[in-house]
């Protein structure tokens, strides 16, 4: 039997011929595709201004400078994310600020983000969890009222949409990721939508130690930057991406309704199944919690007998030793604690056959005896 992994890149020969062009080219790093890249990103994005990285990540990290992110500010965001999201908060010297999560959706609980709100913020970092896009209009009525900056960590909602808006036309920062397990891949990468008050120039700067240059051949180095270019070679496999998002999309909306269906017609005792919203989210994975009391090391290998990986997104971030040392302890948001020790990521990629979702379900329910 195959082994099925909880998710593959769908990358056709079209793509590969790209890349292989790019490295006959003898221009493989920062170049002409890359900028054809962030054009088409542009475009997609409704012409808002859009500039490539190397990563989701360091996306996140030159949008908190630009935000104007300083030392001893404080930055709002989720326990139930990547760490990646609170990393980049103290890489800027200043403090992450948990706001525990809904329980329907997992993502921040915006009703909670008031109360948290200090003197010290200076940004909201929300994380749409799954694909699932995080209330929109709640959040900037929020960051409006407090005049907070905002950083959409919208790394898994590329495809997603809020009230029929596509995430990333709107907004303020808004961070997207092309990592290898996300519904567009690059290999590695990621993107940033500026909003309107930020030069793009500087954040190029940033991107790239700091240097502008001249047609002379001088350049000048004004700001502190890194080294977070993106290449042609994956620029070019992100152009022969983006134009299959809507394709990739409805594939994966067709798989989960696929799940819910089987998992609905046989039920699993304590199966907690992902909200089903259809409208808005991209359905990048698929979430359920295990039943309480399920050892999930002993599923995992079960299932992977079964010759089915399953992934853990993600464990709760406060209770990493990191975080416990910043005071960060058990019990501080037991929402996401119970959703971070119960979650299970199940298979959901677009070349996945939709006898694939029945299998794992049936794997599931043996794998739960």
């Known amino acids: 039997m195959t082994f099925l992994p909880f998710t593959r890149p769908s990358i056709d020969e079209a793509t590969i ?29 409704g012409g808002r201004p859009v500039r490539a990285f190397n990563s989701g990540t360091a996306t996140l990290q030159v949008a908190l400078t630009l935000a104007g992110v300083a030392p001893g500010d404080e930055v709002i965001t989720t326990p139930l994310t990547w760490v990646a999201s609170a990393n980049v908060i103290l890489a800027a010297q200043a403090r ?33 969890l799954a694909g699932l896009p995080v209330d929109r209009d709640q959040l900037y009525q929020i960051a409006a009222r ?16 809020w009230n029929g808006k596509r995430i990333g036309e709107s907004g303020d920062f808004v961070s997207f990721s092309f990592h290898a397990n996300k519904n567009v891949t690059t290999g590695e990468g990621g993107a940033l939508v500026l909003p309107q008050d ?18 002379d051949g001088e350049m000048d180095v004004d ?18 991406q983006l134009p299959r998002l809507a394709e990739f999309g409805e594939r994966r909306r067709s798989l989960a309704r696929r799940y819910f269906a089987a998992f609905d017609a046989q ?4 199966l907690e199944l992902p909200s089903r919203d259809f409208e808005n ?3 990048h994975m698929f979430q359920p919690l295990l039943p309480p009391g399920t050892d999930r090391g002993s599923f995992i290998a079960a299932m992977a007998e079964r010759q089915i990986g399953v992934g853990v997104h993600y464990p709760a971030l406060h209770l990493f030793s990191l975080y416990r040392r910043l005071g960060f302890a058990l019990g501080d948001y037991p929402q996401a604690e ?14 996945m056959a939709d006898a694939d979702v029945d299998r794992v379900c049936e794997a599931v329910a043996q794998s739960l005896c």
Do not use: M
């Open 17 to 45: 011929a790209s890349v292989a062009a790019v490295l006959r080219s003898g221009w493989i790093t920062s170049g002409p595709k890359v900028k054809e890249f962030e054009a088409a990103l542009s475009s997609y994005c």
């Open 96 to 128: 992450p600020v948990l706001v525990d999560i809904d329980p329907a959706t997992r993502n921040i609980d915006l009703d909670a983000v008031e109360a948290a709100v200090s003197a010290k913020t200076r940004a909201l970092l929300p994380v749409d």
């Open 146 to 161: 407090h005049k907070l900056r905002v950083i959409e960590d919208a790394a898994q909602s590329l495809g997603a949409c």
């Open 198 to 215: 930020i030069d793009p120039a500087l954040c190029e700067r940033l991107r790239l130690q700091g240097v502008s240059r001249r047609a």
């Open 223 to 240: 700001v502190l930057g890194g080294k977070f270019n993106l290449t042609d070679i994956a620029a070019s496999i992100g152009l022969g």
């Open 267 to 270: 039920p699993i005792a304590g």
């Open 281 to 283: 989210s991209n359905w």
């Open 338 to 351: 119970r959703v971070g020790a119960r979650t299970i990521t199940l298979p959901l990629f677009p070349a």
